[in-house]
């Protein structure tokens, strides 16, 4: 991998994405601008990758690094990428290593910019970024948030653990992140609800929120409005240009999911939302006491998908999922299409669960099952290559 660094503020946090794309084994050389090593020492970048680092084509020529560092790469990931990188790269200009070894790659180019809002609004850098994509690099919406000074907006750098994962991606699947969802909304939910027993205790789910924090990142980065409804979940960061609602308890989730999905042109429920809650919320700490405790008596929650389902608009996508485990009688997907049936959602993912999958892990497989019969096998992967399935699906149907 070649990771390109271009000289803004945010190239400090270049340091933790190249440690990042090193930890999955890839082997990554680092390509700063000149610009860029005004903000970090060359030694930084050499220490952790374990390559040398230079700026210019003139050093190690007889190697000719200007051309075949481009051509042996996998990938090339610049984050951050500077107003003025991206319109050198759209100019196809080939002033120093980085620019010249985008002319000569020809794998997947990820663009992660960072600037000012007037930078990234402005139309000269528009037009760059149209240009470049346009021409099959993936330039990510930045975040929103706070910039160099006291000043927010959009222009962040995405977390760099979302830029890793959605390098991620593109080896697994270079064309898994077209711009086939712009002018699109969509509403996707996260994580696991948590139903209160008094003020300290719940009655949770190990949803780690994996899978929807990637369905919404994908989703963003193919172009769609996006609204997270987000339960709980293991320490993920907010995905760029997503606006997340926040949701605790199964009751919280439905009232954020039916609001969220008016208008929208999709949505997918892959939190996973407690089927029961204790009866009654006891106001006070539950007392431990020398009697045996009383049975919990717990109360069916509604099942949203299929209220989503039900209040569906016309041209409106659902999309349910489904964790399963088969047993002596059927396999997981036999129950999943039991509950595509049930469910009534247009599209229904199916997770065989057990045994460490699926949950709280990185990876994930199963089959996508329509409603029109259709049936595909979603082979293992990350969890953003399920997601780019999933989204491959509701566009195709959009
Ligand atoms: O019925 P089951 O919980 O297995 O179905 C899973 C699907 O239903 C998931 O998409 C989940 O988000 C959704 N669900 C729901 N409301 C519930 C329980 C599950 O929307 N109360």
């Known amino acids: ?24 084994g890839h082997s990554v050389r680092v390509l700063p601008t000149a610009s860029a090593l005004e903000f970090v020492g060359a030694a930084t970048f050499e220490a952790l990758s374990g390559h040398p680092v230079r700026t210019g084509v003139f050093a190690d020529v007889p190697s000719v690094p200007h051309v075949k560092l481009g051509q042996e790469a996998d990938l090339v990931v610049v984050a951050p990428a500077t107003a003025d990188l991206m319109a050198r790269a759209a100019q196809g200009r080939a002033d120093d290593l980085l620019t010249a070894a985008l002319l000569t790659a020809r794998c997947p180019v990820l663009f992660a910019p960072a600037m000012h809002t007037e930078m990234w609004e402005h139309p000269a ?52 992140l077209p711009r086939d969802l712009a002018g699109r909304r969509v509403v996707v939910s996260a994580g696991g609800t948590r139903e209160a027993l008094d003020p300290v205790r719940y009655l949770g789910n190990r949803s780690s929120g994996r899978q929807g924090y990637a369905l919404a990142r994908v989703a963003a980065q193919r172009g769609a409005a996006v609204t997270l409804v987000s339960a709980h979940t293991s320490d993920l960061a ?26 929208a ?10 089927d029961f809650r204790p009866v009654s919320l006891v106001g006070h700490k539950i007392k431990k006491s020398a009697a045996e405790p009383d049975p919990l008596r717990l109360a069916k929650n509604p099942d949203i998908l299929v209220e989503l389902v039900g209040g569906r608009e016309p041209g409106q996508m659902v999309v349910g999922f489904a964790a399963e485990t088969g047993d002596e009688h059927h396999d997981a997907l036999h129950y999943g299409r039991e509950k595509l049936v049930r469910k009534g959602c247009d599209l229904l993912v199916v997770n065989a669960v057990g045994d460490g999958r699926a949950f709280e892990v990185a990876d994930n497989a199963g089959w996508l099952l329509g409603a029109d019969g259709t049936e595909s096998v979603l082979a293992n992967g990350s969890k953003g290559l399920l997601a780019s399935r999933v989204w491959d699906a509701v566009a195709a149907r959009l």
Do not use: C, F, W
């Open 1 to 24: 991998m070649l990771l390109g660094v271009a000289g803004g503020i945010a190239a400090y946090k270049s340091a933790e994405i190249l440690r990042r794309l090193t930890e999955t």
């Open 125 to 176: 850098t528009r037009a760059n970024v149209e240009l470049l994509r346009s021409r099959g690099v993936v330039v990510l919406e930045p975040a929103s948030g706070r910039l160099t000074g006291q000043d927010t907006g959009p222009g962040r750098l995405p977390d760099p653990a979302e830029i890793a994962d959605l390098a991620r991606l593109l080896l697994e699947r270079a064309d898994a």
């Open 238 to 263: 907010a995905p760029a240009a997503v606006d997340v609602v926040h949701a605790g308890s199964a009751a919280e989730l439905r009232e954020a999911m039916l609001a969220a999905a008016k208008g």
């Open 265 to 274: 042109d999709a949505v997918v429920m892959a939190a996973a939302v407690a």
